[in-house]
């Protein structure tokens, strides 16, 4: 079954730093770029940042830029998102999804950044 | 940046009904266009890709059209599992960026 599960999330002050992992299963995961988006009520779905399938080449928006680094571990098919120096507007839904059209998404995991 | 611009943000339509969802861009984007659809409390799910090409497995009162800057997600005879809300998105380039949604309600 090719899916995609999240973990990871939390309740977290301002400041702090959170991993998420996405793991994968079902399908070859080293054929794939992989992402993460973010869901918020007020702002929708916001793109967060992309790993190429060789993990060479990754991209980030202007938001989590220098705070957040996405990585992964063919060996154990994961995909990973660190978050460091976390803020109250990363407060949201996070998701994983497989390649540019994100044919597969995760469940999702909540990240909430409160003091 | 491209900017995703979706009409309307809410739709009410019934049973059996045909709804178009537009979405434009900021500026001229070749065919990288996505649809996704999200149900309350689920992830989203992909319905189209590359402006028109349905997914598979997803039905075929979903279709997608357009080009440049306008692009379209129509659904042919609603059914009662297609009031959700509709995505576009583009890949063009990055940053990926999603219109803000559509909500499609029953009337």
């Known amino acids: 079954q090719v899916q995609l599960v999240e973990s990871g999330g939390g309740v977290v002050q301002p400041g702090r730093s959170l991993r998420l992992s996405c793991v994968a299963s079902?399908?070859?995961?080293?054929?794939?770029?992989m992402h993460w988006v973010r869901q918020t009520p007020g702002k929708g779905l916001e793109w967060v940042a992309v790993l190429s399938y060789d993990g060479k080449n990754q991209n980030y928006a202007d938001s989590v830029q220098g705070r957040f680094t996405i990585s992964r571990d063919s060996s154990k098919k994961t995909l990973f998102l660190e978050m460091d120096s976390l803020r109250v507007e990363d407060t949201a839904t996070y998701y994983c999804?497989?390649?540019?059209?994100?044919?597969?998404w995760g469940q999702g995991t909540m990240v909430t950044v409160s003091s | 940046d491209f900017q995703m611009t979706q009409s309307p943000s809410t739709l009410a339509a019934s049973v059996g009904d045909r709804v178009t969802i537009t979405c434009r861009a900021s500026e001229s984007i070749s065919n990288w266009v996505a649809w996704h659809q999200q149900k309350p409390g689920k992830a989203p799910n992909l319905l189209i890709y590359?402006?028109?090409t349905l997914q598979s497995g997803v039905p075929s009162r979903f279709s997608g059209g357009g080009s440049g800057t306008e692009f379209t997600l129509t659904i042919s005879r609603l059914q009662p599992e297609d009031f959700a809300t509709y995505y576009c998105?583009?890949?063009?380039?990055?940053?990926?960026?999603f219109g803000q949604g559509t909500k499609l309600e029953i009337k």
């Open positions: 998105q583009q890949y063009d380039s990055y940053p990926y960026t």
């Open positions: 590359k402006t028109s």
């Open positions: 079902g399908f070859t995961f080293d054929y794939y770029s």
């Open positions: 999804g497989r390649d540019a059209t994100f044919d597969i």
